[in-house]
T-cell receptor, first 113, second 113 residues
């Protein structure tokens, strides 16, 4: 049973435009959500997170939005840059950022120059 | 760079052989995690340690798998009598606790022939 779902396997956007990566979850016990970025042959790198008590968190070009009633979160990247091309994983935990994480399958983002 | 270090990067073994992987976490990080990632999937939780204590194990961790973290520093993951289904990327991560995110190593890619 996939508790964290990233239904779109890939996304392609033009450099300078907005990238919107979506994630849905089914476990209402999740209280912390994170996004990781992964380049080939490297481990996942933490990008941004959000607690369930918030609905938005922003860090530079990256913003994560959380809609608890819909069990949906999204990552916005503005403006998108070619270096953002990577696999993005949505992850969730039942007790904070440093607890056991449940990951989605990932979305491959390609930013075209 | 004093990130999470994993050794070896690649391991090819024949079915039935035993293998052992090593993870050196970021110093002072008291939590250490093992995840497994197969093609097209996100990382899946295997087990984690708080200092030297193994606090949780996934049902994915069969009796052939054992993990240790002596003295709360580095950790080893051993797989006995390897099977072809064990072929995957094995990722180690560490965190400082206190709601800090997980930092991943670059993984050990295991191929069982």
């Amino acid at each position: 049973d996939q508790q964290v779902k990233q239904n779109s396997p890939s996304l392609s956007v033009q450099e300078g435009r907005i990238s919107i990566l979506n994630c849905d979850y089914t476990n209402s016990m999740f209280d912390y959500f994170l996004w990781y970025k992964k380049y080939p042959a490297e481990g996942p790198t933490f990008l941004i997170s959000i607690s369930s008590i918030k609905d938005k968190n922003e860090d530079g070009r990256f913003t994560v939005f959380l809609n608890k009633s819909a069990k949906h979160l999204s990552l916005h990247i503005v403006p998108s840059q070619p270096g953002d091309s990577a696999v993005y994983f949505c992850a969730a935990s039942e007790s904070g950022a440093n607890s056991k994480l449940t990951f989605g399958k990932g979305i491959t983002l390609s930013v075209r120059p | 760079d004093t990130g999470v270090s994993q050794d070896p990067r690649h391991k090819i073994t024949k079915r039935g052989q035993n293998v052992t992987f090593r993870c050196d976490p970021i110093s002072e990080h008291n939590r250490l995690y093992w995840y497994r990632q197969t093609l097209g999937q996100g990382p899946e939780f295997l087990t984690y340690f708080q200092n030297e204590a193994q606090l949780e194990k996934s049902r994915l961790l069969s009796d052939r798998f054992s993990a240790e973290r002596p003295k709360g520093s580095f950790s080893t993951l051993e797989i006995q009598r390897t099977e072809q289904g064990d072929s995957a990327m094995y990722l180690c991560a560490s965190s400082l606790g206190l709601n800090s995110p997980l930092h991943f190593g670059n993984g050990t890619r295991l191929t069982v022939t």
